[in-house]
T-cell receptor, first 115, second 117 residues
Framework: AQTVTQSQPEMSVQEAETVTLSCTYD???????LFWYKQPPSRQMILVIR??????QNATENRFSVNFQKAAKSFSLKISDSQLGDTAMYFC????????????FGTGTRLKVLA | DADVTQTPRNRITKTGKRIMLECSQT?????MYWYRQDPGLGLRLIYY???????NKGEISDGYSVSRQAQAKFSLSLESAIPNQTALYFC????????????????FGPGTRLTVL
């Protein structure tokens, strides 16, 4: 069975600094996708970044980038130049569509950006 | 206008009552999902539907049922609500063809906070 683990329940970072959120997963699938979603206090779930497992190049979206280590089954999110608006819960998620559909979320990391 | 809407946004009910949560979308996606979010547990999949005639159980379907009335509408029912069904419920949609790939990015509604007393 697939699992997604986020071992950091809470983190904080000073404004303008860089922070890295960790995520590990376990799967026997070969074709899958990984995602980071953001949930601000408004509770709306918003996609931050995605990574296709077959791509070796790490995904980037403006200040957000990932470090995808397929062999280690690790998928960390780096936020550069942190802003107060980055304060939110961040969820790592795994998706695979071969066979039985699978979409598994981690338990989340609550990030607080300090002024 | 929001692409994925949920009604109601908040609901308080009593044990044993039947509750229906509704979801509508204007994204034209075939795939729709219901999740529940509990503190410390992340989001867990309750049911999903890949088209109007396709309904599948997710990780935690016991105590829930769904109806896909149309491509754009997917309802979640609690036939006899119990307190441990108190949670934040999300509807989501996806289309594997979004962004030219097959990543199945989920597009979420605003959530329904349900409290069962």
């Amino acid at each position: 069975a697939q699992t997604v683990t986020q071992s950091q329940p809470e983190m904080s970072v000073q404004e303008a600094e860089t922070v890295t959120l960790s995520c590990t997963y376990d799967t026997s699938e070969n074709n899958y996708y990984l995602f980071w979603y953001k949930q601000p206090p408004s509770r709306q779930m918003i996609l931050v970044i995605r990574q296709e497992a077959y791509k070796q190049q790490n995904a980037t979206e403006n200040r957000f980038s990932v470090n995808f280590q397929k062999a280690a089954k690790s998928f960390s999110l780096k936020i550069s130049d942190s802003q107060l608006g980055d304060t939110a819960m961040y969820f790592c998620a795994f998706g695979a569509t071969s066979g039985t559909y699978k979409y598994i979320f981690g338990t989340g990391t609550r990030l607080k950006v300090l002024a | 206008d929001a692409d994925v809407t949920q009604t109601p946004r908040n609901r308080i009910t009593k044990t044993g009552k039947r509750i229906m949560l509704e979801c509508s979308q204007t994204k034209g996606h075939d795939r729709m999902y219901w999740y529940r979010q509990d503190p410390g547990l992340g989001l867990r999949l309750i049911y999903y539907s890949f088209d109007v005639k396709d309904i599948n159980k997710g990780e935690i379907s016991d105590g829930y049922s769904v109806s896909r009335q149309a491509q754009a509408k997917f309802s979640l029912s609690l036939e006899s609500a119990i307190p441990n069904q108190t949670a934040l419920y999300f509807c989501a949609t996806s289309d594997p063809r979004e962004r030219g790939g097959e990543s199945d990015e989920q597009f979420f509604g605003p959530g329904t906070r349900l409290t069962v007393l």
